[in-house]
């Protein structure tokens, strides 16, 4: 079936540096890719996402980036800042079930933003 | 609108147990899924409902059931429960098909 994988799976960036976390899948029929943050205590809450349609999208210092020929997606954040420590999720729209898609989790990326 | 809503928000069982959790949709949103995460773990699908039907089914042993109501709210259920069955359980609703997810706060369940 399909498979995400997310890469890395911790990340610790000085604050005010960049943080790139990327995700690659095998199902070319995958149109539509989310990206999650998880707080400490929380559940995820979407950030951003991107449908296949376009190769990027931004939304002030949060970008993601999609290769549907290599087939993998990127989320990109500048200028970090400490709340932007979390763990974040990608998925994408998986199995197909009755018209239904059901998505697929990447494994997450813990980020640390150091002071 | 109000976010998802998740009751309780934390809980202790002992093994052999069970337990209910409940969550309340988004209001116009049909559809729940359930996930359970654990330490260190990303999200594991169990179930999703719609309209009352399972729509959706992960990889999860018959003790985890589901149920969902007229009015979308949704129950899960954990019978005889197990020690590694103690991680965060977390609902999301979604108004129809092929979506955004919008996650609740989760239960978080630890058996003794």
């Known amino acids: 079936g399909e498979n995400v994988e997310q890469h890395p799976s911790t990340l610790s960036v000085q604050e005010g540096d960049s943080a790139v976390i990327k995700c690659t899948y095998s199902d070319s029929a995958s149109n539509y890719f989310p990206w999650y943050k998880q707080e400490l205590g929380k559940g995820p809450q979407l950030i951003i996402d991107?449908?296949?349609n376009v190769g990027e999208k931004k939304d002030q210092r949060i970008a993601v980036t999609l290769n549907k020929t290599a087939k993998h997606f990127s989320l990109h954040i500048t200028e970090t800042q400490p709340e932007d420590s979390a763990v974040y999720f990608c998925a994408l729209n998986g199995v197909e079930v009755d018209s239904n898609y059901q998505l697929i989790w990447g494994a997450g990326t813990k980020l640390i933003i150091k002071p | 609108k109000a976010g998802v809503t998740q009751t309780p928000r934390y809980l202790i069982k002992t093994r052999g147990q069970q337990v209910t959790l409940s969550c309340s949709p988004i209001?116009?949103?049909?559809?729940v899924s359930w996930y359970q995460q654990t330490p260190g773990q990303g999200l594991q699908f169990l179930f999703e409902y719609f309209s009352e039907t399972q729509r959706n089914k992960g990889n999860f042993p018959g003790r985890f059931s589901g149920r969902q109501f007229s009015n979308s709210r949704s129950e899960m259920n954990v019978s005889t429960l197990e020690l590694g069955d103690s991680a965060l359980y977390l609902c999301?609703?979604?108004?129809?098909?092929?979506?955004?997810?919008?996650f609740g706060p989760g239960t978080r369940l630890l058996v003794l």
């Open positions: 209001s116009g949103h049909r559809s």
């Open positions: 991107i449908r296949s």
């Open positions: 999301a609703s979604m108004e129809g098909t092929r979506e955004t997810q919008y």
